[in-house]
């Protein structure tokens, strides 16, 4: 009887070992296959920016393709005064609150009506109002409220006044007040506000400040118009302790004020996380009233400026001609056409200072 001791090892045969080298082989490939695909898919989130295929900025409450985040901003204007309250207030690219102040007597872009001082644009229909100052501050701003400056009284000696942090002495209502933080009542704000001075936009500054600080409760009829009464209560509630900054301005010729680039976008970057918005050129080639605005409610929330405005050579223009002023910028032209939902886009090598895109919007654009 043999226990197979003697037999020795079992040596497969060359087919066995042939059968083995290939599965080897085989395991092989696919695991470089597999790797393969992991290094593309890597590299297309890179290239992508971490941006999902499909996905897309919306309006809503977002600044749309400018900066990372939610957005909660409003645009606040307080009316009344000679020189009264024009600024953007909120968080927005996942940045801390922040509030900027446009100083009186700026001149911006309006949309489908060209250069407008601020005291003019607070004139407008609040909606109106808010496309303005989203425009002359290269941030989508979703919301709007106004208060005439006896409703902001009314709020700042409800809430038992203000401390506000006085960059000078003042003489307020026959009393001397500053510097640093004093306590001021609602007549004291008004009446310090009411006056129209060279600092204005930096005492509103220094008040805004302290009444977000505060974040007190605003009944609705403390708002002569908003578009949405608790989600403009709820940013300046949450805007407690937020940065409040004055737009920087340049004075052009002999009188004009206009924004300090590159100073202002920088500073609108460093409150917002936002990047600087392309530069458009509107142009009306339909003769339809009012089209300035509608445009810009496509493309604003989608990381555009208007930068000038005005009306084509003639109303005859059936289809919306976007240029990009060279190849660099085909990108942004055809977001452009993308937000607008119509027109046919071109390059144009001829260099411009002055815009990135034009467009002269066609019969086709329905607004």
């Keep these: 009887m043999s226990l197979g001791l003697g037999d020795g090892p079992?040596?497969?045969?060359?087919?066995?070992?042939?059968?083995?080298?290939?599965?080897?082989?085989?395991?092989?490939?696919?695991?470089?296959?597999?790797?393969?695909?992991?290094?593309?898919?890597?590299?297309?989130?890179?290239?992508?920016?971490?941006?999902?295929?499909?996905s897309s900025p919306t309006a809503g409450d977002s600044t749309g393709l400018q900066g990372h985040g939610p957005s909660k901003l409003l645009a606040f204007s307080v009316t009344g005064a000679p020189s009264a309250l024009l600024a953007v207030v909120g968080t927005g690219g996942g940045q801390p609150p922040a509030g900027l102040v446009l100083p009186p007597g700026m001149?911006?872009?309006?949309?489908?009506?060209?250069?407008?001082?601020?005291?003019?644009?607070?004139?407008?229909?609040?909606?109106?109002?808010?496309?303005?100052v989203s425009n002359a501050v290269g941030v989508w701003v979703p919301h709007f409220a106004v208060m005439n400056l006896n409703g902001f009284r009314d709020t700042i000696d409800r809430i038992g006044g203000l401390?506000?942090?006085?960059?000078?002495?003042?003489?307020?209502?026959?009393?001397?007040?500053?510097?640093?933080?004093?306590?001021?009542?609602?007549?004291?704000?008004?009446?310090?506000?009411?006056?129209?001075?060279?600092?204005?936009?930096?005492?509103?500054?220094?008040?805004?400040?302290?009444f977000l600080k505060a974040a007190p409760a605003i009944p609705q009829n403390d708002l002569t118009e908003t578009d949405d009464a608790a989600s403009a209560a709820a940013i300046l509630g949450a805007a407690s302790g937020a940065e409040v900054q004055v737009a920087p301005t340049k004075v052009v010729g002999a009188t004009a004020i206009v924004p300090a680039q590159p100073d202002f976008d920088e500073l609108v970057g460093r409150l917002f996380g936002t990047p600087i918005p392309v530069r458009a050129f509107v142009q009306n080639g339909s003769g339809v009233p009012g089209i300035g605005e509608a445009v810009a409610r496509d493309l604003l929330p989608q990381g555009f400026r208007i930068v000038l405005t005005g009306n084509a050579e003639s109303f005859n223009q059936d289809t919306t001609l976007i240029t990009a002023i060279g190849s660099d910028r085909l990108d942004d032209a055809n977001r452009a056409k993308n937000a607008l939902g119509v027109g046919a886009v071109r390059v144009s090598q001829v260099p411009s200072g002055l815009a990135d895109v034009t467009i002269v919007v066609g019969r086709d654009f329905k607004g």
């Design 163 to 210: 401390t506000v942090n006085l960059p000078d002495v003042y003489t307020v209502g026959g009393s001397v007040l500053g510097p640093g933080r004093t306590h001021m009542s609602g007549n004291q704000v008004v009446t310090f506000l009411y006056t129209k001075a060279e600092d204005t936009a930096l005492r509103w500054s220094s008040v805004l400040g302290a």
């Design 10 to 54: 079992v040596r497969p045969s060359r087919t066995t070992r042939a059968d083995a080298s290939m599965r080897r082989r085989r395991v092989y490939a696919v695991v470089a296959v597999l790797l393969v695909l992991v290094i593309v898919v890597a590299w297309t989130r890179l290239r992508d920016g971490g941006t999902s295929a499909g």
């Design 107 to 132: 001149t911006v872009i309006v949309p489908g009506q060209g250069e407008t001082p601020t005291e003019q644009v607070q004139a407008l229909s609040g909606d109106s109002m808010r496309i303005s």
